[in-house]
């Protein structure tokens, strides 16, 4: 019924409009099938102001789905709903922690094409931002249009939380409010209806704090799904089936005996991301991040919650002395691999 | 002027530019002389929009709930206006309050909402953050970012169903001020956004109340009642295959006697199609208690079309304490009610079950007038129809003050005063067709006050079979009198004539159901064509009467 609806939206514009003599074509038409190419993404959250939905753009008729990579996809069945209400359960292809992206595959007949790209386009221009925002569609409904400019192309620099946002190339800043919960992976196109990025997460700028309302270029969009696709990315995460704990970063803390065990380290495993980075045993764990850690069960678990792909910054004592270090993003939890030596 | 296309900066402008921002401009200048800035002293205020000549706005239920009786306006003239609150619907987040003092205020055309596309333009005027003090009221322009949302009750009972997204900046006093298309004309009332981590103000997701919702309970919000939203006593959810089925029925509804079983598929209710759980409250929650709409449903493969009454989602209890609220109810003085200011106290009458009474009588006086009008093409003594039964035979019906005898070919009923509305319907098998008859001739010939208690219980549809909500279906005015131990309840065209009639013996039974058929406006005839009476789902009788003349002359 939908194809159907969509149809009667494209006579009914046609013959309104002939007198216009409209070199673009109209704005209900371009929302129509930009919303068309977009899908709505339900998975991991709920909890804690974490949305469990995010969007997703069409990528290719044969099923696969650009996102953006966050906690949303950290579940065993990660769903994909259509404009037509159809849902399908979605396989990660993996992700490109840097662009904070990942590509979906769902195995899904008679989607739409996906829409065409225009590349770089200059600060000024009037786009239409199209996402599940506040998951306010659902089955059948289409995602939610927004319009608006592009204020401008700049370098990201952003963070979330404490951390610096992994991505510091172009991004298209936008003059309106799209950066909302569930936007994510959601479509920016231009009045013509090509695509020009996807909406990234939400991001507060390093400079002043105040909320990113941004995209992705669709070059760096399609540069990191075609490497996804091709197997260069890093692997999706075997969903959530192990929780990521000191343990894959290397680390053996002393046993957790007490109510509030300090957290020392015991052991550092060699060729680990902890002994690169220099960590040793006796070392005393203060914070993860820009996070107070005062025990060994508040360090496992604010390692626990650092994102896959997010930088792991951990600040030790050492005889009197604080030492910061990087272990470099958070790998994610590989399938079949046991968590190694956290508790003796 | 647009040949120039030149401004006076010297910038060249597409012709095509300069068209589509004086549209604009001409879109917001028609629209704006409507707009109302309210204020509601401590409590706040918020936005509203003219509808009606006479003074009638229409605004949110949650700017007026702790406002009391009557909320100060003003208008983009620069002048103030007192008001008195009219109606609320305290669900569906709607009220009504009349502007006061004048008879020619500037009025919002409503639109077909339904014809809302995604994309298109649109303006809100409001009052956002109370900035008008001036009086002049904020445009926020945007385009519609979806149709048809629902919008679950957060926290509150106010549900948001079959409602309007848009883009247009919707900010903390902008509620129950108008949503405009791109000429200008009312497609909804602005009530809700949604607001996250960065505070209270607009991120991009405005909600409207279609217009056709408003369309739909206006009848019922002029009537002054505290109006109530509709369930079928059933709830569906989404079948393994997608389809939506009945998970559950009460047994006591009316869909259950109209046939409507567990595992049935809903195919569309009140002509909108339903393919999503989401899309069947949507189409439930523009639709007011009360009404009597088509279901479709498919069983084994066979479709079938029933015809079903909604019921009130919430007693009258439970409405009177929602529509107050416990704020409201402080402000007021505790259980004595609001007090009442001066300005209003001329158009403001307490009663249970109503925000405010007074507008009742105005309206009920109203539709009196519509059928006095035509009173004098009838005979003011007993009544007779007579002729033909369309299953063949000859009826003949006498009806007066309080009595009325029936011939039909299976026999003769009578009805020998008021105290037998209720203790045997008759004729046997109608459901009590002669005790409807009789309130419909003294609803005529005496007027609406000499009929028990009679009320003006606000708009239905013309014709429930057909009705479509979203081709906002013809609706009618509708009368409804207690008396004697019965309830009827009458639906009056606009030129006076009673087109149905459905009168319960029981409230939790069926009730008898007449619909008359008029001939066509302007030609001669006090008396209808035919009636179809029914009850339950079992028609009782088609009757086609003789000429007017005939039955005149048969007295």
């Known amino acids: 019924m939908i194809p159907c609806r969509a149809a009667a939206v494209l006579i009914a514009l046609l013959t309104t409009r002939v007198v216009g003599a409209a070199t673009e074509s109209s704005p209900q038409l371009v929302a129509a099938s930009a919303a068309h190419s977009v899908v709505k993404i339900y998975g991991a959250g709920g909890l804690r102001g974490l949305e469990a939905y995010q969007s997703g753009i069409i990528l290719s008729p044969d099923g696969r789905i650009a996102t953006a990579m966050s906690t949303v996809l950290d579940s065993d069945g990660i769903d994909c709903v259509l404009d037509d209400g159809r849902r399908f359960e979605a396989t990660p292809l993996g992700v490109d922690p840097r662009r904070e992206l990942a590509v979906l595959s769902i195995d899904a007949t008679d989607l739409p094409a996906a829409l065409p790209a225009e590349e770089r386009v200059a600060a000024g221009t009037r786009v239409l931002a199209v996402s599940n925002m506040f998951g306010v569609a659902v089955g059948d409904e289409r995602a939610s249009v927004q319009r608006g400019v592009i204020a401008s192309v700049v370098p990201l620099e952003a963070r979330r939380g404490a951390a610096d946002a992994p991505y510091t190339g172009m991004v298209y800043v936008l003059d309106f409010t799209t950066n909302n919960p569930g936007s994510p992976g959601g479509a920016i196109v231009d009045s013509r209806g090509r695509l020009l990025g996807m909406i990234g997460k939400e991001l507060r700028s390093s400079a002043g704090g105040i909320w990113l309302n941004y995209a992705l270029p669709v070059d760096e969009l399609l540069v990191g799904c075609e490497a996804i696709v091709a197997g260069s990315g890093v692997a999706a995460p075997a969903a959530a089936a192990t929780p990521f704990d000191l343990g894959l970063l290397g680390i053996v803390l002393v046993p957790d005996l007490l109510d509030r065990t300090p957290p020392f380290v015991e052991t550092v495993l060699p060729g680990s991301a902890a002994a690169r980075a220099g960590l040793a045993a006796d070392d005393l764990l203060i914070a993860v991040g820009a996070r107070a850690v005062g025990s060994h069960a508040a360090a496992e678990r604010a390692v626990g919650a650092i994102p896959s792909g997010d930088p792991v910054r951990l600040s030790v004592i050492r005889t009197g002395t604080v030492v910061d270090y990087e272990l470099g993003p958070r790998p994610a939890v590989a399938e079949g691999r046991a968590p190694q030596g956290a508790t003796p | ?555």
């Open chain 2, 1 to 555: 002027m647009m040949a120039a296309a030149t401004i006076a900066s010297g910038v060249e402008v597409d012709p095509a530019v300069l068209e589509a921002q004086q549209a604009r401009i001409d879109a917001i200048r028609r629209a704006t002389p409507a707009a109302v800035s309210i204020f509601a002293g401590e409590s706040g205020g918020g936005s509203g929009v003219l509808l009606t000549r006479d003074g009638y706005a229409a605004t949110n239920f949650h700017v007026v709930q702790a406002a009391g009786p009557a909320v100060t306006c003003g208008l983009a003239d620069g002048r103030l206006y007192d008001a008195a609150l009219v109606g609320i619907d305290p669900t569906g987040d709607l009220a009504i309050v009349k502007l006061l003092g004048r008879d020619d205020f500037p009025v919002a055309g409503l639109a077909d909402s339904d014809r809302v596309q995604v994309g298109d333009e649109c303006f809100a005027i409001g009052n956002p953050f109370l900035l008008g003090t001036d009086l002049q009221p904020s445009i926020s322009a945007g385009i519609v970012s979806g149709v048809h949302r629902y919008q679950f009750p957060a926290g509150t009972i106010l549900e948001y169903t079959d409602c309007i997204q848009v883009d247009a900046a919707i900010n903390p006093g902008n509620s129950g001020g108008g949503l405009f298309d791109a000429v200008g004309r009312l497609i909804g009332i602005n009530g809700r956004a949604s607001f996250e981590k960065r505070g209270r103000v607009n991120v991009g997701a405005g909600y409207a109340i279609s217009a056709n919702q408003l369309r739909n309970f206006l009848g019922a919000l002029r009537s002054g009642r505290i109006c109530d939203h509709a369930t079928l006593g059933a709830t569906v959810s989404t079948a393994v295959d997608g389809r939506v089925v009945v998970a559950d029925i009460l047994e006591s509804s009316d869909a259950w006697r109209r046939g409507l079983r567990y595992d049935d598929e809903i195919v569309s209710l009140a002509g909108r199609p339903v393919r999503t759980v989401n899309a069947f409250k949507n189409v439930l929650g523009i639709l007011p208690a009360g009404w009597q709409v088509p279901l479709v449903i498919r069983r084994d493969g066979r479709r079938q079309d029933l015809l079903v009454r909604l019921h009130a989602v919430h007693s009258p209890a439970k409405l009177a304490e929602l529509a107050s609220g416990d704020a409201a109810e402080e402000s007021r003085g505790g259980s004595d009610g609001p007090e009442v200011p001066a300005a209003v106290r001329h158009v403001y009458e307490r009663r249970a079950g109503f925000a405010n009474h007074h507008f009742n009588v105005v309206e009920r006086d109203r539709v009196a007038a519509g059928l006095a009008a035509i009173r004098d093409a009838r005979p003011d003594g007993p009544w007779v129809l007579a002729g033909q039964l369309a299953a063949g035979g000859e009826f003949r019906i006498e009806l007066s003050d309080a009595t009325a005898t029936i011939d039909l070919p299976t026999g003769t009923s009578t009805l020998a005063g008021e105290d037998e509305f209720d203790r045997q319907p008759v004729p046997p098998g109608s459901g009590g067709l002669l005790p409807a008859l009789v309130l419909w001739r003294r609803l005529v010939v005496e007027g609406p006050t000499a009929v028990g208690q009679t009320i003006f219980w606000g708009t239905a549809p013309r014709q429930p079979a057909t009705f479509a909500a979203d081709a906002a279906g013809e609706l009618v005015d509708v009368l409804e009198s207690a008396v004697a131990g019965v309830v009827a309840r009458f639906g009056v065209d606009a030129a006076g004539r009673v087109v149905w009639i459905d009168l319960w013996t029981s409230p939790d039974a069926d009730p008898c159901e007449v619909r008359l058929t008029w001939p066509e406006e302007g030609t001669a005839g006090g008396m209808p064509l035919s009636m179809e009476a029914s009850f339950g789902s079992e028609p009782f009788a088609t009757f086609v009467m003789d000429a007017p003349a005939a039955a005149e002359a048969s007295r």
